[in-house]
């Protein structure tokens, strides 16, 4: 065996010692995240002894505030049993099957639409049951409560909300509930701004004042403090005309409710010029909206009159002021002057946050958040003297018809829809078809009374189909008309107001509703060729030019007109539209194509010199036509 070499010992390597360098991360992002870990997972003791642990990631604060408006059944009762604090224990012996009831929510409705009768009856118990609609209340509480007898009163008296909700729905199934907001971190929120607001502003969309208004949320406010005061907010004053803003009027004067018209986007655009333009900007460079001067003024009372006028931004601080008390409610601290704080409430997507900017904008105060981007309470300094509290939005529990009416309204989000048959049904009704030609230039070819259509009003399919094939929307594969991205365009529009229709107010005597034929009546002056797009006014005017056309009118004339991918016809003969895709992609009509395949057989005729079993065969006395080969050649010699 080779001997074994010796162990060599170590020896400290020469030159300078090394030194000991600073840490560059003075942050300490790594040690950060590791606190917030064991802080996480660390060990909480209850009151009572308990001692609690766990071992999952807990989400961020931001995502608490989430708003959350729809459940499954499932995360329903994750959620009561999370604001109950229950613990469930499985139980393996039991045989146990999960049956999922909300599988046909979502499913394609048939678009049928409601009678006036059916209406009627749905509205009356809608209106019996309208006090059960409240919201929830925060529990009393005093500075020697601790966090976690706070809380837990919280969540009971939350619990206690949905619940009675829960049997409000259960208890009538033929009244829909609209989604309203589960997550009680965020009506948090509107606790706190209702506490300490000396004004609370309810913020609603003009085309549907009543549905985006709650009612207990005004009794809430005096139940706090009967010093409170009410202002109901009517934004997108400007897309009604002065006929509906007084019928509006009417209606809000006679129930006693303190309202005011406004319109934010008309503020805003007013706010950009003057900023641009400086001391140039006059009143004349804003358009102003198209008015009906056949009312006459002298039969409407005066304090009508005044209430319908769309407010300014120092109108409505003016306002704002005259409504709150004249001392502020909240004691301010030691050192600081009272300030009157003013509340602002409403729906996603009303305008609260265009509001907003406009009042924060006329005193030129810079804000360094986005209102409506964040997800708690924030206030803004208005003035010395007065402060603004913003409030997330908030989804109140309401009535509805049904959930088309919830998408056609904004408050479900179109993006995540798949029932679009049910919205698309209700666009195709308010909105008359000779305006969505005319808004789209396209023609919508409309069933026979055999077919099951009336010939006047399109179904949701047809509206969508026409759009589809004019735009170029097909599926892949089969190419026929992509009807659910068609629904999408046309559903964000009338969201957006290209296709208005304003819901009527309640008859003042009995406050039932308005009947369709009222309604189509009470939005007719909507629909005419002043409302239209510019460009789409030049396509018009030129096309009834063409025609000899002085006075145009849109439901007479239409079809004459050939604009757009809109073909005009005559008397005998029906305006088309320029479309995409072939056979597939039109809507089948199975009268027409029998007339056509069968009796017409597709206008392709025969005609026939002979019978046809005495026809010989000219090319030979071969089967086939084939001639013989022997008889070729001697033909050849013989040219030969």
Same mark, same amino acid.
């Given at each position: 065996m080779p001997p074994k070499e010796a162990t060599r010992k170590w020896k400290a390597p020469k030159g300078p010692k090394p030194v000991q360098r600073k840490n560059k991360n003075t942050i300490g992002l790594g040690r950060s995240i590791q606190n917030a870990r064991s802080k996480e997972n660390a060990i909480e003791y209850l009151p009572d002894g308990e001692m609690r642990f766990t071992t999952e990631k807990h989400e961020a604060n931001w995502v608490k505030l989430r708003s959350v408006t729809q459940e499954s059944a499932l995360d329903e009762f994750l959620s009561t049993a999370e604001l109950a604090d229950k613990d469930f224990k499985a139980d393996r012996h039991s045989n146990v099957k999960i049956i999922r009831m909300d599988s046909g929510v979502d499913g394609i409705s048939q678009g049928f639409s409601m009678t006036n009768e059916q209406r009627g009856t749905i509205n009356a118990k809608q209106r019996a049951l309208a006090k059960d609609l409240i919201v929830p209340r925060r529990p009393n509480w005093d500075e020697e409560m601790t966090k976690y007898q706070l809380e837990r009163q919280e969540k009971e008296a939350f619990l206690e909300w949905r619940r009675k909700l829960a049997v409000l729905q259960e208890s009538n199934e033929d009244l829909l509930l609209t989604p309203f907001e589960r997550n009680i971190e965020v009506w948090k929120q509107l606790w706190r701004v209702v506490e300490r607001s000396d004004l609370v502003v309810q913020i609603v969309d003009a085309r549907d004042p009543l549905l985006f208004r709650s009612v207990d949320l005004e009794r809430y406010v005096k139940e706090l403090d009967e010093r409170k005061q009410n202002l109901l907010l009517v934004n997108k004053a400007d897309l009604l005309s002065k006929k509906q803003r007084i019928e509006w009027a009417k209606y809000f004067v006679s129930k006693g409710i303190s309202f005011t018209f406004y319109s934010a986007l008309r503020a805003n655009q007013i706010l950009e010029l003057q900023n641009e333009l400086g001391d140039d900007y006059k009143e004349?460079?804003?358009?102003?909206?198209?008015?009906?001067?056949?009312?006459?003024?002298?039969?409407?009372?005066?304090?009508?009159?005044?209430?319908?006028?769309?407010?300014?931004?120092?109108?409505? =601080?003016?306002? *704002? !002021?005259?409504?709150?008390?004249?001392?502020?409610?909240?004691?301010?601290?030691?050192?600081?002057? /009272?300030?009157?704080?003013?509340g602002l409430v409403g729906y996603p997507n009303v305008g609260k946050s265009s509001t907003i900017n406009s009042l924060v904008g006329a005193k030129k105060v810079s804000v360094s958040s986005t209102p409506g981007k964040t997800k708690h309470f924030?206030?803004?300094?208005?003035?010395?003297?007065?402060?603004?509290?913003?409030?997330?939005?908030?989804?109140?529990?309401?009535?509805?018809?049904? %959930?088309?009416?919830?998408?056609?309204?904004?408050?479900? /989000?179109?993006?995540?829809?798949?029932?679009?048959?049910?919205?698309?049904?209700?666009?195709? =009704?308010?909105?008359?078809?000779?305006?969505?030609?005319?808004?789209?230039?396209?023609?919508?070819?409309?069933?026979? %009374?055999? =077919?099951?259509?009336?010939?006047?009003?399109?179904?949701?399919? =047809?509206l969508l189909v026409a759009y589809a094939r004019a735009r170029g929307y097909m599926t892949q594969g089969f190419g026929s008309a992509d009807e659910s991205r068609a629904s999408r365009y046309i559903l964000k529009d009338y969201v957006n107001g290209k296709l208005l229709y304003i819901n009527p107010p309640p008859h003042l005597t009995d406050d039932t509703p308005y009947t369709r034929e009222e309604s189509q009546e009470f939005n007719k002056e909507l629909y005419t060729f002043d409302h239209l797009p510019e460009n789409r006014q030049e396509q018009l005017r030129e096309a009834a030019k063409s025609k000899g056309i002085d006075t145009l009118d849109l439901a007479r004339d239409l079809n004459k007109l050939t604009f757009s991918q809109h073909t005009g016809g005559d008397e005998s003969k029906e305006a088309k539209g320029?479309?995409?895709?072939? %056979?597939?992609?039109?809507?089948?009509?199975?009268?027409?194509? !029998?007339?056509?395949? *069968? *009796?017409?057989?597709?206008?392709?005729?025969? %005609? !026939?010199?002979?019978p046809f079993h005495k026809q010989q065969n000219q090319n030979g006395s071969k089967k086939h036509n084939k001639k013989n080969k022997k008889g070729k050649k001697k033909a050849a010699m013989m040219s030969e």
């Open positions: 004349e460079h804003i358009e102003k909206p198209v008015e009906d001067e056949s009312i006459d003024e002298s039969t409407i009372d005066k304090n009508i009159l005044e209430k319908i006028e769309i407010l300014t931004i120092d109108q409505l =601080e003016e306002l *704002f !002021l005259s409504k709150a008390p004249k001392e502020p409610l909240t004691e301010p601290l030691p050192g600081q002057q /009272p300030l009157l704080q003013i924030q206030t803004i300094r208005l003035s010395d003297s007065v402060m603004l509290c913003d409030c997330p939005g908030l989804v109140f529990p309401n009535f509805a018809y049904n %959930k088309g009416e919830l998408v056609c309204n904004g408050v479900l /989000p179109i993006d995540q829809l798949r029932d679009y048959i049910g919205p698309c049904t209700l666009v195709a =009704e308010r909105i008359p078809k000779y305006y969505i030609e005319a808004v789209y230039g396209i023609h919508i070819q409309t069933k026979a %009374k055999e =077919e099951g259509g009336n010939g006047e009003v399109p179904t949701a399919q =047809e320029v479309t995409h895709g072939g %056979k597939q992609a039109a809507l089948y009509n199975a009268a027409e194509d !029998l007339d056509n395949e *069968f *009796f017409k057989m597709n206008n392709v005729e025969g %005609k !026939l010199t002979t």
